[in-house]
């Protein structure tokens, strides 16, 4: 029997997270999914605070992954530092607090799970996702292993799932809050999206009110930091079938409710 994995695009504001807290773990239940991976970077629009990933862990997340925006929020440093579930990009700083990856007990067995950054269009330096994936691998003792790449570029993500290709069951793209079309399974049994999109407000421009997105392209100075947009919100995600016993992707497919 196959295992089915949840991978929960960028989660944004008050109202993605109330999303999550109404909807996630009824979908767990309808779909049958057996782990679930959420990416909570922009809980607080930017950034995420304790207790808001507490509310994703109780909203139905097994582990919660992070980006570009992780040490944001200075009260998040403990949780990072406490909570194994919690994760940063393994490729920051070592002087960074928390852990870039972890394995976790599932009903299907061992499952890691990795976060990386890409370096592309990125506005600082860390380290080669590349090699460091390569570094992590030859650690973990799991079955399962899945990356959530944070990353801007498309090209970088999908390099980094061609690069590895039947060594990780499942890589996803997070951070640009666009979900793409291109759910697959690589030949060697990777299943990859470039993107799973985000969970907050539908309309909006990548969950920020849309004037103000507006105004910085018309040349506007940002005099407040980002607001979260007033309505509706979805949740974009995709579900990857696995057989726990290759590690190998049965089958991926991209998900959204509203």
């Not at 370096?119 to 992590?136: H, L, N, T």
């Not at 539908?202 to 997105?213: D, H, M, R, T, W």
């Amino acid at each position: 029997m196959s295992a089915r994995i949840l991978a929960v695009g960028d989660v944004v504001g008050a109202g993605g997270v109330a999303f999550l807290s109404k909807r996630l773990w009824s979908f767990r239940r309808e779909h049958h999914i057996d782990f679930a991976v959420v990416n909570g970077e922009n809980a607080s629009v930017v950034g995420i605070n304790p207790h808001e990933a507490a509310e994703l862990f109780a909203a139905g997340a097994d582990v919660v992954t992070l980006g570009n925006h992780a040490l944001q929020k200075h009260t998040i440093f403990q949780v990072l530092d406490d909570n194994p579930r919690l994760l940063r990009p393994a490729n920051l700083s070592p002087l960074t607090p928390g852990m870039g990856y972890g394995t976790y007990d599932a009903p299907f067995g061992r499952v890691a799970v990795v976060n990386l950054i890409g370096r592309c269009g990125m506005d600082f330096g860390p380290d080669s996702p590349f090699y460091e994936a390569e570094r992590i691998l030859n650690k973990l003792d799991a079955n399962v292993i899945l990356v959530d790449f944070h990353a801007e570029a498309t090209s970088e993500k999908a390099a980094l799932a061609w690069h590895l290709d039947g060594r990780v069951a499942a890589l996803w793209g997070t951070h640009t809050h666009v979900q793409t079309s291109d759910a697959t399974v690589l030949p060697k049994g990777t299943g990859f999206i470039t993107d799973l999109g985000m969970t907050g407000p539908a309309l909006s421009i990548l969950g920020v009110k849309p004037e103000q997105s507006v105004a910085r392209f018309l040349g506007a100075p940002k005099r407040v930091p980002y607001a979260e947009a007033p309505g509706p919100c979805k949740m974009e995600a995709a579900i990857f079938d696995i057989d726990p016993q290759t590690g190998h992707c049965l089958h991926a497919e991209a998900v959204r409710v509203s």
